[in-house]
């Protein structure tokens, strides 16, 4: 097991397979720059991306501490301390009432507008950064540790969330689970902010055994509870707006996790949980399930996975070099059998088709409406994945906008439940119709438009990265055999056909 990749079977499909799941695709130049590369100077050039310089955006100018920030939520809470506590009249209360309401709806406007900023900023760098596989990797993490901007309400929280995944993503578990867990937004996704001595909240200790590192049947209910006593102290400072402990408030009684005792804290708690076997096989077996394949592998392939990371001193990136190294990855049951993500649609999408994305509100909307909704995943077990990304809705909702990516000019049918969903709906629709069409030249040159054979050929290679079934082939055969000149808009129509096909929802 784990056997590494021959030579001889790299190749355009192997090396292809690679950018998809370990990226998001490439142009068939990028994956002929790939294939010419031994299989280990690939996926090192994949995953030691340190080396190469990050071109992203700089972080949008709130992404930082802000007092200010801070003061305003504050004064929201001492009026409306101060209107129940205070003598004043009935009409003053109302017009305090107004007043707080006002100030509050405008702190989720911005709230808004800058959760907004951070996806499509995200999705830019997904689409056009130089470090495919960090993205992916982030990708991932947000999926793993499933924090929601509905309870965390502050966007630079959840920034700097995105930002330690993108930033310890390859490194050292332990240090990840750390940082993650101090994270501002973890600490109020579960609220270990409120957790004390007296009233220990159980909430972060028992998702971080259950969903972060252990899986159900790994624990008792009495580890849940005596981790959350050692993790009391780990707090928020809400001015800072940064990690604090608080000693004054932590447990100091002796404790009793997975067999070991002691006077644990909450860093002592995430060792313990770490060194246990399962940690290395749970975390593996999901990191498969995410770059490789949603059928569960033989437990004996799984702890083949976990010795490797074990042997990597828990560290993400050379796990990843072996992974994304082994002939298992390469299998042909792995190979064209991952449905794509919304997130994975639209940006092989746009890469494939050579074009940028879509407008902010527009690209947002387009992955909300298949089923992905950054920064807002459903619940705490994250997305679902594999099947669940194609429903009798979604899919609809796949033909139509690759058909809005490839002609131009189409019609989201966005809708909204609320006046402020309906008015961003709307925006967003507004907007679509005025996405120019793909640009055909990138894709298929003059000499080869004249052939529909070779045409068919090219987007095949180009999209599918292997064959159409017979039946989808004579479907793009029946459509441009009986045209004698192919324009633009007849092969911008093929590729809305072939999009629209079950092998492109693969990768």
């Known amino acids: 097991m784990l056997s590494p990749l021959p030579a001889s079977k790299w190749n355009y499909a192997t090396a292809a397979h690679l950018l998809n799941r370990a990226g998001f695709g490439g142009r068939p130049a990028d994956i002929e720059k790939l294939a010419a590369m031994s299989p280990a100077e690939a996926v090192a050039y994949l995953v030691d991306y340190d080396k190469i310089p990050d071109t992203a955006a700089p972080p949008p100018d709130w992404a930082k501490p802000n007092p200010e920030r801070v003061e305003q939520y504050q004064k929201i809470q001492r009026m409306f301390r101060d209107d129940k506590d205070s003598a004043k009249t009935e009409d003053e209360k109302r017009q305090e009432a107004e007043k707080r309401r006002q100030m509050v709806q405008q702190i989720q406007r911005n709230q808004v507008r800058d959760l907004q900023e951070m996806r499509f900023d995200w999705l830019q760098r997904m689409a056009n950064g130089p470090r495919p596989l960090q993205e992916k990797l982030t990708l991932f993490w947000h999926g793993h540790f499933a924090t929601s901007a509905v309870k965390v309400k502050d966007a630079y929280y959840m920034w700097l969330q995105i930002d330690t995944f993108r930033q310890k993503g390859s490194g050292n578990w332990l240090d990840l689970l750390e940082a993650t867990a101090q994270d501002p937004a973890m600490l109020i996704w579960l609220d270990q902010a409120q957790s004390r001595q007296q009233h220990p909240n159980e909430n972060f200790a ?131 059998s991952q449905i794509k993500s919304p997130v994975q649609w639209l940006i092989n999408s746009v890469r494939l088709l050579q074009r940028d994305l879509p407008p902010s509100i527009v690209s947002t909307q387009m992955i909300k409406s298949l089923g992905q909704d950054l920064l807002l995943p459903p619940n705490v077990k994250g997305w679902d994945g594999g099947l669940s990304w194609i429903t009798t809705n979604t899919l609809l909702a796949r033909y139509n906008q690759a058909a809005i990516l490839v002609m131009g000019q189409g019609n989201l049918g966005a809708k909204g439940d609320r006046p402020g969903q309906q008015r961003i709906a709307e925006r967003a629709n507004e907007m679509a119709r005025q996405i120019r069409p793909a640009d055909v030249a990138k894709i298929i040159t003059d000499d080869d438009r004249h052939d529909p054979g070779t045409i068919i050929t090219k987007l095949e290679k180009r999209f599918i990265q292997g064959q159409l079934t017979e039946q989808h082939r004579q479907v793009l055969r029946d459509y441009l055999e009986p045209r004698t000149e192919l324009g633009d808009q007849d092969i911008r129509h093929a590729i809305r056909l072939l999009m629209s096909t079950p092998e492109y929802q693969l990768t």
């Open 206 to 336: 028992r998702e971080c055994m259950e969903l972060f590192t252990l899986g159900e049947g790994h624990y008792t209910e009495k580890d849940v509870t005596e981790a959350a006593r050692a993790m009391t102290g780990w707090s928020l400072d809400r001015r800072s707006e940064e990690y604090v402990y608080h000693p004054r408030i932590h447990d100091e009684g002796s404790k009793t996790i997975l067999g070991k005792t002691g006077n644990f804290d909450g860093r002592d708690v995430l060792e313990i949980i770490v060194a246990q076997p399962q940690a290395a096989c749970f975390i593996t077996g999901k990191l498969w399930k995410f770059f490789a394949s949603d059928d569960a592998p033989d437990p004996r392939f799984i702890d083949a996975l976990a010795d490797a990371f074990r042997a990597g001193g828990n560290n993400f990136a050379p796990f990843l070099r072996t992974l994304f190294s082994c002939e298992e990855f390469y299998a042909d049951a792995v190979m064209h």
